[in-house]
């Protein structure tokens, strides 16, 4: 079974969830967590170019730090596999 895309509209709850809690920076990809329709991995870089993946929740209305992407942990998305 594929998994459905993020929709606007859950973007939007998302970013609204983050604002809330005071984040700032460039939201690069969303994507959902497996098994669930209201936890998203979202991947977010700051000024410096420095990225971070975060988990949101749109049940517990919270955002969780997971940790900063760098050569150690990487994000990869269906799409890397595709090419």
Known sequence: MAEK???QIEMMKIIGLFRKEGFTGEYETFQRVSGTDREFFVVMSNEQGI???FKASLMMNAVEFQYVLD???TFVTEDADAS
């Open 51 to 53: 990225k971070a993946l």
């Open 71 to 73: 050569d150690k942990h």
């Open 5 to 7: 895309a993020v929709t």
